[in-house]
């Protein structure tokens, strides 16, 4: 089915492939608890895909389809004694970039990076711009539902996906063509767009492109009062039909961290407007009326200079994630844990000062936080984000450290959450470690997630435990 | 073989905030660690009671009861006591007055070594484990780097100086003031004893037991005083972005260069 130089079977690499970053602390010290893959496959084709996942259907084998490896939420851990990652390191063709249609189409493998690279020798832009751009490749972003720092104005990877190939467990190929837009019946591509790697394997993607005018850019910054403040400035430019690249509020704490050289200890609030110059002078216009408006909660304008800088150096890159993972052999530390959610504008307040309010009440290693914030990055007509931010010292064991410290917090977010009917998971995806709560996330449409399963991957071989709960996998919970 | 370790809890110097419109710390939100000395401190004793199981180990420190978690933490680790002591009277105390009030404490302790750190992050003046040994009529020794043995009669350890690695026998009962140079580290908690109840082991202590003299605490039993406490006044500098090419290389370049740091 496969050369032998398409299989991986060197021990390093498949202890690297049995946990991803929400165990790099454990992953880094040599402590995992979770068993490796059987092998790493590096498929050349659809067709060899297709093969393969048929070969582990028909045998019980359990499979992890893997691209960029920058998963952050359990999605590429290995949970099952016997499971096969199917890696797509060779699907790196860019197949056509298209000016006229504005699209272009990409298999699995190509990096983010070199597509906005070779989009920019035509005047074009992806749109898309995780922090994990230099390494992120297409499959993996299109099956996590990943989101860029610019998506109040390009939308999320969502908005972008034209049309698609995927390839199913039975080893069943289907091919979404490209349209602007149809009414043929339910939207299909969304079967695939954030399935995870539990219903399919994504082959090739075809996304919108957009025209790139980054001679327009301009930034805005304040320190406000409070996150509130932030929160309704940001409501007020977007809901007035203005899109701003990039939209944020900061909490003292969380700018602290990331504008160390100009918080002065306050909430930050930033805007970056981008595209066609008229288009980019109404949205600075609406972005200082929405100041104005607030100026009582805005204590000061900062220099756009720095916001533009910090802009410019957000993403990271591979060396950035390898030196984390060494600085975490080294010391009993890490850069700390987030967990990103959404509610309308009425309802993320409230989720922010609850979760707060109850860390600091309940949550009894509260002595070993060093910083505790969120921000708001990414805002819509009814509603936004809030990512939330901790840092701590470690004290237990790195095998513990999630159960210790980054689950009973994230446990305490996601409750706050649901209680006031906001969704878990903005844009790192279920994974497996919130699949506890799938079923409350869903609630009666968790219906249509079981059948879709049921239907697809009838002999549960794709990707076990993420998005659906498995008692047999409770125990790398806990 | 009985150990005492007197440590201190000190502000968490990475986590302070400040206050830019009143000019000042924000104390309310400042975070409390175990002196980084002291940690070296405590895990030697641990690392003594791991080879000898009936060996003791109390942790004692003068501190604020809000230290309460901090210390509970070190009881779940092995140590046997934990002693707070706290009183309203002793806020104000400088060194002199706090070994004053250490030294009453542990005049009625039995203990074989006292372990501690030379000198924490706050004051870093490394009087106390001397001015104890005063007030305890004991010998004792600083910037210790390495401890070969110990036991009830004798301590061997190393001192590393500007020139030379001394190493140095002495009696016990006495005070080993451990450096962070020596590198003992902590052991983990155990992840079942996370939530472990340790209220058993841990004691408050306050003037009331101590009877020390209104004029031996605080700021009348303390020898320095303060003469005048002010914030610190920042100013914010022009700040100046470069980048990540030849200009920018230069710009640093010269910046540290007209410092003198290259």
């Known amino acids: 089915m496969l050369t032998s130089d398409q299989i991986n079977t060197n021990s390093g690499d498949l202890y690297d492939a049995s946990a991803d970053r929400y165990k790099k602390y454990a992953k880094a010290r040599h402590v995992l608890d979770v068993p490796q893959p059987l092998a790493i496959v590096y498929p050349k084709d659809t067709e060899e895909i297709g093969m393969l996942l048929k070969f582990c259907n028909d045998n019980g084998i359990n499979v992890i389809p893997r691209a960029g490896k920058t998963a952050t939420e359990g999605g590429l851990e290995n949970w099952k004694e016997q499971t096969l990652v199917i890696d797509c390191k060779h699907l790196d063709r860019i197949l056509k970039i298209d000016p006229y249609n504005m699209q272009a189409t990409v298999q699995a493998g190509v990096p983010l990076q070199v597509l906005e690279d070779e989009l920019r020798k035509v005047g074009c832009t992806t749109g898309h711009s995780p922090q994990s751009k230099p390494v992120a490749k297409y499959g993996g972003l299109v099956a996590t539902r990943s989101i860029g720092q610019l998506s109040t104005l390009y939308g999320a990877i969502e908005d972008m996906v034209v049309g698609l190939e995927c390839v199913f467990p039975d080893g069943q190929v289907c091919r979404i063509k490209n349209v602007p837009r149809r009414s043929g019946g339910p939207d299909i591509r969304h079967i695939a767009i954030g399935n995870e790697g539990t219903l399919c394997y994504i082959t090739e993607v075809t996304v919108k492109i957009f025209a790139h005018y980054p001679e327009n850019n301009r930034f805005y910054g304040y320190l406000v009062k409070d996150v509130d403040t932030g929160i309704k400035a940001l409501r007020e430019v977007v809901t007035n039909g203005f899109r701003p690249s990039v939209a944020r509020t900061y909490s003292e704490e969380d700018a602290a961290q990331h504008f160390y050289h100009f918080h002065k200890g306050k909430c930050v609030l930033l805007f970056m407007a981008e595209g066609p110059k008229g288009i980019v002078d109404a949205t600075c216009q609406a972005i200082e009326d929405a100041a104005k408006k607030f100026e009582d909660g805005i204590i000061e304008q900062v220099d756009s200079k720095l916001i533009e800088d910090w802009f410019n150096n957000l993403n990271w890159s591979q060396q950035d994630i390898d030196d984390e993972f060494e600085g975490m052999k080294e010391h009993d530390s890490h850069s700390g844990f987030t967990t990103e959610i959404s509610a309308d504008w009425e309802t993320i307040p409230k989720i922010y000062h609850n979760v707060m309010k109850r860390v600091r009440e309940e949550y009894t290693r509260a002595h070993d936080l060093t910083m505790l914030g969120g921000h708001s990055s990414h805002s819509y007509i009814n509603g936004t984000n809030m990512y939330f931010v901790y840092n701590y010292d470690i004290h237990c064991a790195p095998q513990d450290e999630m159960r210790v410290y980054h689950h009973p917090l994230q446990k305490i977010i996601v409750e706050e959450t649901l209680k006031l009917g906001g969704s878990m998971c903005h844009h790192h995806g279920i994974g497996k470690y919130r699949n506890e709560w799938s079923k409350e996330e869903h609630g009666s449409a968790y219906y249509m997630l079981e059948k879709l399963k049921e239907a697809f991957d009838p002999n549960g071989i794709m990707n076990f435990g993420t998005i659906f709960y498995q008692e047999e996998g409770h125990k790398y919970q806990i | ?262």
């Open chain 2, 1 to 262: 073989m009985r150990m005492v370790c007197v440590v201190k809890f000190v502000p968490d110097v990475d986590s302070f905030s400040y206050d830019y419109a009143q000019d000042e710390v924000r104390r309310d939100q400042v975070r409390m660690v175990l002196n980084p000395d002291d940690v070296c401190a405590v895990s030697f004793a641990l690392k003594m009671k791991e080879q000898d199981g009936d060996s003791h180990i109390e942790v004692v420190t003068m501190a604020p009861r809000s230290v309460k978690p901090h210390m509970e933490d070190l009881l779940r680790l092995d140590i046997d006591e934990g002693t707070i002591i706290s009183d309203p009277a002793f806020a104000g105390s400088d060194t002199y007055a706090t070994s004053t009030i250490l030294g009453k404490y542990l005049e009625s302790r039995k203990f074989d070594c006292l372990l501690t750190g030379t000198r924490s992050l706050d004051g870093a003046t490394s009087h106390v484990p001397a001015q104890l040994a005063e007030v305890l009529g004991m010998d004792q020794m600083q910037d210790i780097i390495a401890i070969e043995s110990l036991d009830s009669a004798e301590a061997v350890f190393t001192i590393e100086d500007e020139q030379y690695l001394r190493t140095y026998a002495m009696g016990m009962p006495g005070i080993l003031a451990l450096a962070r140079a020596s590198g003992y580290a902590l052991p983990y908690i155990a992840y079942e004893d996370f939530d472990k109840d340790v209220s058993d082991k841990l004691t408050f202590v306050t003037n009331a037991t101590l009877h020390c003299a209104p004029d031996e605490i605080g700021l009348s039993g303390s020898l320095t005083q303060v003469v005048h406490t002010y914030a610190k006044h920042h100013h914010t500098r022009a700040g100046k972005i470069v980048h990540t090419d030849d200009a920018g290389i230069d710009a640093v370049h010269s910046f540290l260069e007209e410092r003198g740091y290259v």
